[in-house]
Every structure is written in C-alpha cells, then in structure tokens.
C-alpha cells in the first residue's frame, strides 16, 4: 500500500520567515495531495491542495511544489505569523471517485513560529 | 452551511465495553470516511461509506465496524475495546465527482480506554 514519509517531524521558525515541509509517498498511482493543518482540540483543516497534472500551486502566503518523478511534494509556507502555530500532515491519495475517502497521511509535522 | 458533525466529543470507557460514535456529514455529501488518530500511529484509515455501502477499509480488527445511514448519517462501532483503542476518531465527507472528493473533517471523538 501506499507510504508517506513526512520531515521534518518538528520545526521552529521566526515570525516572518518562511518554512518547508517536504513528504515523499510511494504509490506512482497517487494523483492527489492535500495539505491539512490541525489546531489543539480541532480536525485537520485543508489548506492547499496539488493533483499531479500540476507542478505548483499557491494561495497568498502558502504554497505547494510536487515533483512526480522523484514523488516527492513540499509545503512552503512564507512569511510566518504566530498563528501559524499548528501540526501540518501531509497526504496522499488514488484518483477516482471510488478512492475518494481513503488518504494516506504523514505523521505530521509541529510548527512554532515565535513571535 | 454546518460542517461535519461528530458526536460525543469526549467519551471514557473501560476494557471490553463497546462503543458507538456518529458522524453527521456536511449536507450533500455522501461518502463519510473515519480515520483514528493517535501519538504513535498517526491518522490512519478505518473505512469508508457511500450510498450506505462500506467501499473501502483499512487495516483494522473485524473489531471495527461502521454503517452509513439513508441519509448518508454514519456511525462506527468499536466493540471489546482495548487500552491501545484509546485514540481520536476523526469522521470526514466528501463529495463525489470531477475536481470534488475533498475531506472536510470534524472535530474528532475522543475516546479514553481505562
């Protein structure tokens, strides 16, 4: 099945300062790859999301790469706020209505961002 | 537009009971899938349900259980519950079709084994 790898696991930045989360995953039939942020006590959140017919996509301060060939996919997040603050997973996932529930997700990764 | 409901929020149960928790799902949508997630495993897979029928499951006990109701309501069942059930279950839907099958997820259900 399929495997996601996630680092870094934690990761501290300045406020105003940019970070990057990579994720690799296995399966060369995964064509979808969403991003969540958790905050304490909520569900995952979606922030961004890539299919594979795509190399990059961004909304304001987020952004997503994804390199097919090395499977491989990073989330860049710029100019870091405290709000920030969150664990970020990445996923991955088969195209098709009939796969639509069924993501694999990284192990998550906690970012600070210090004021 | 209300977001997925998943009830109770907290619960705390001890070895061998059962335990059932919903899951409300954003209305129109028809696929409700659960995940668990836990320190050590992370979020991982349970099952999925469309149209009332489980279309996908993952790699977990026959302890394990769920149904999605006509109106696309699901619940899931835990039956003799063990300490390493301990966990946040998490419930999410989705629609279907071309550019859709996002997750929308709940707040989660968490569940205290003693």
């Known amino acids: 099945g399929e495997n996601v790898e996630q680092h870094p696991s934690t990761l501290s930045v300045q406020e105003g300062d940019s970070a990057v989360i990579k994720c690799t995953y296995s399966?060369?039939?995964?064509?979808?790859f969403p991003w969540y942020k958790q905050e304490l006590g909520k569900g995952p959140q979606l922030i961004i999301d890539?299919?594979?017919?795509?190399g990059e996509k961004k909304d304001q301060r987020i952004a997503v790469t994804l390199n097919k060939t090395a499977k491989h996919f990073s989330l860049h997040i710029t100019e870091t706020q405290p709000e920030d603050s969150a664990v970020y997973f990445c996923?991955?996932?088969?195209?098709?209505?009939?796969?639509?529930?069924?993501?694999?997700f990284g192990d998550g990764t906690t970012l600070t961002v210090k004021p | 537009k209300a977001g997925v409901t998943q009830t109770p929020r907290y619960l705390i149960k001890t070895r061998g009971q059962q335990v059932t928790l919903s899951c409300s799902p954003i209305?129109?949508?028809?696929?409700v899938s659960w995940y668990q997630q836990t320190p050590g495993q992370g979020l991982q897979f349970l099952f999925e349900?469309?149209?009332?029928?489980?279309?996908n499951k993952g790699n977990f006990p026959g302890r394990f259980s769920g149904r999605q109701f006509s109106n696309s309501r699901s619940e899931m069942n835990v039956s003799t519950l063990e300490l390493g059930d301990s966990a946040l279950y998490l419930c999410?839907?989705?629609?279907?079709?071309?550019?859709?099958?996002?997750?929308?997820f709940g707040a989660g259900s968490r569940l205290t084994v003693l």
């Open positions: 996923a991955a996932r088969r195209g098709g209505d009939t796969n639509a529930g069924k993501s694999t």
């Open positions: 399966d060369s039939a995964s064509n979808y």
């Open positions: 890539i299919r594979s017919n795509v």
């Open positions: 999410a839907s989705s629609t279907q079709g071309a550019g859709a099958n996002v997750l929308t």
């Open positions: 349900y469309f149209s009332e029928t489980q279309r």
């Open positions: 209305s129109g949508h028809r696929s």
